[in-house]
């Protein structure tokens, strides 16, 4: 589970779209046919989940850190699992899809220094500002580069919306707003969704986009409440080891360095150049601002130690029986943390029972339940991802080299910490109504009793926060949901219990142990949940879409218009 903020448990269910060759995108709230070949719903296999979880959750896992002695025995026993399921070597007849990458840690930073007003201001590393590269290379620096506030640094041609339009990046560094321009409302209504983050509204499309405008570096302003965690969170996830996929150009097509600076020290820069940060934020939250050069200059550097090393993916597939070149994926992450912070009886194996083995289990209960139903129409593909816990890498590698075209892969469900309490009444939806999947998850719910709560704090973006989000970038629209607090048993109260105490007592801890005397009835109906929504799209034709405004919408599209037989029934 990605660590920047402690999430609530999550299970996301993913389903591509494009647009049917004869009929046009779906309207919304379209109805789907029925699945063909519908049979009855199998029950989903608690005993093996059971012991899938406890075994990945064993100390002599060593808490599944990727890239050491103990990965090969992790990955032999994943794959005895998808073999003993039923299913094929889903890499070109291997199991293994390997995941090369680079650890960079930054050292020896020299203060950030902003010139040309005057006496020079010097602001430190991880107190004022924090720092790191993308680019494999033993040293960054930054030198004279000229600072330009580019508001929130989005550019969306579908909103008719550029803050760099009119301006020349190269050698310049942005300086940014973190979130979206219209953050601040209390409803979803904005341009950007109002109070509900779009991913224009992250900081890693920030980055991205910066260097894409041949920006050579970038400094996001923070600011706790946009940015949904305090400095701390920052400060300690941007002065240790990043990762990285590793790429063919070693990151020479990104920014020479990213990173954050406290807002008071934005705020002191802005009043060197003669401005004001509160001025320009309002400026930025109106559709046609432009970019200001500041008149001033920035320099700061540091050290870099690489490492490269290789991981792996695991892969099986259920080959489809009549369209086999279109796939539904199911992935869970097996990675974790490996050793960690002793607890108080010197306990160092953070074992992670809950993120993920609960995820790879539901995995392989999955594959286990299709197969025992027979092949669908569609391939089934079952991944067990890596590196996720240091950034979402094995899916970001999987999403640039898709075992199945991303234009015939039609959409997936992703699991990601499935907590072990009773049953909800109702599923919240990470993201809003992002696409017609929305249509599916209606139906399937309503043939159940459940209902769909609102989702807790839609500002913090958790929407790009996990595997799927590796591929709903790329344009295949994926559907986060997960179960709700309200239990059926206890209500809110128990359920908002239950999930306050794994975050506080065994998140990310040596405490996130199995025990047997786990509740797996709410795992078991995300599990029959999920079989459904895939089966359902496995055997059936449609292809849904993006909603007209959704900031994927573009890409999904782009790639199907060139599709060779992909993204149409």
Not at 63 to 70: E, M
Not at 278 to 289: D, N, R, W
Request: proline letters at 6%.
């Amino acid at each position: 589970m990605k660590h920047l903020l402690p999430l609530a448990a999550a299970a996301a269910f993913g389903l591509c779209a494009a647009v049917s060759a004869q009929d046009g995108p779906l309207p919304k709230g379209t109805a789907l046919p029925p699945p063909q070949d519908a049979g009855a719903q199998p029950d989903a296999p608690v005993a093996l989940m059971k012991e899938v979880t406890r075994r990945l959750a064993a100390d002599d896992f060593e808490g599944r850190a990727p890239s050491t002695k103990v990965e090969p025995k992790i990955l032999d026993y994943i794959v005895e699992q998808f073999k003993k399921a039923g299913l094929q070597p889903g890499n070109k007849g291997q199991w293994l899809q390997p995941v090369p990458t680079v650890e960079i840690t930054g050292s020896g930073y020299t203060p950030l220094t902003v010139s040309g007003a005057g006496k020079a201001l010097s602001f430190r590393f991880g107190g004022d500002y924090v720092a790191a590269s993308y680019r494999v290379t033993p040293k960054t620096q930054v030198k004279d580069s000229e600072l330009v506030f580019v508001g929130y640094g989005i550019n969306a041609p579908e909103l008719g919306w550029n803050d760099y339009a009119g301006i020349d990046m190269k050698g310049k560094t942005a300086v940014i707003l973190v979130n979206d321009p219209d953050y601040a409302m209390e409803n979803e209504q904005g341009l950007f969704k109002g109070r509900r983050m779009t991913y224009y509204g992250r900081w890693t499309y920030k980055f991205e986009e910066a260097a894409r405008q041949g920006a050579t570096a970038a400094l996001i302003v923070h600011d706790t409440f946009p940015a949904a965690y305090g400095w701390k969170v920052v400060n300690s996830s941007w002065t240790g080891a990043q990762y990285y996929v590793q790429k063919p150009d070693d990151g020479k097509d990104q920014t020479a360095a990213n990173g954050w600076v406290q807002k008071p020290v934005a705020e002191a820069i802005l009043k060197a150049a003669g401005k004001n940060l509160a001025a320009l934020t309002t400026a930025a939250q109106t559709k046609g601002f432009r970019a200001v050069p500041l008149g001033l200059k920035a320099s700061f550097g540091f050290d870099n130690a690489v490492r490269r090393s290789s991981s792996n993916n695991v892969v099986g597939v259920l080959p489809g029986k009549t369209r086999p070149d279109e796939a539904v994926l199911y992935s869970a992450h097996w990675d974790h943390l490996g050793h960690c912070t002793p607890d108080k009886t010197g306990d160092d194996i953070c074992n992670g029972a809950v993120d993920n083995a609960t995820g790879v289990a539901a995995l392989t209960a999955l594959a286990k339940m299709n197969v025992e139903a027979g092949p669908a129409a569609r391939s089934q593909l079952f991944v067990a991802l890596t590196l996720e816990e240091s950034g979402l890498l094995g899916s970001e590698y999987y999403g640039a080299n898709p075992i199945f075209p991303l234009d015939h892969t039609v959409g997936g469900v992703n699991m990601d910490a499935l907590l072990p309490t009773g049953p909800a009444r109702s599923y919240t939806v990470s993201g809003g109504d992002k696409s017609d999947l929305g249509d599916l998850l209606q139906k399937a719910l309503i043939a159940r009793g459940l209902t769909e709560a609102a989702e807790d704090h839609p500002e913090r973006g958790g929407y790009y926060r996990s595997d799927h989000f590796s591929l709903a970038k790329r344009g295949v629209p994926m559907f986060n949901i997960e179960r709700s607090n309200d239990l059926v048993t206890g209500g809110t109260a128990a359920g908002e219990k239950a999930a306050q105490d794994y975050t506080d007592n065994r998140y990310h801890a040596p405490a996130d142990e199995y025990t047997d005397d786990w509740d797996w009835s709410g795992i078991a109906q995300d599990v029959s949940l999920f079989y459904d929504l895939g089966r359902e799209l496995a055997d059936g034709t449609m292809w849904p879409n993006w909603r007209p405004a959704d900031e994927f919408r573009a890409i999904r599209d782009k790639d199907c218009a060139a599709a060779t037989k992909g993204c149409h029934p």
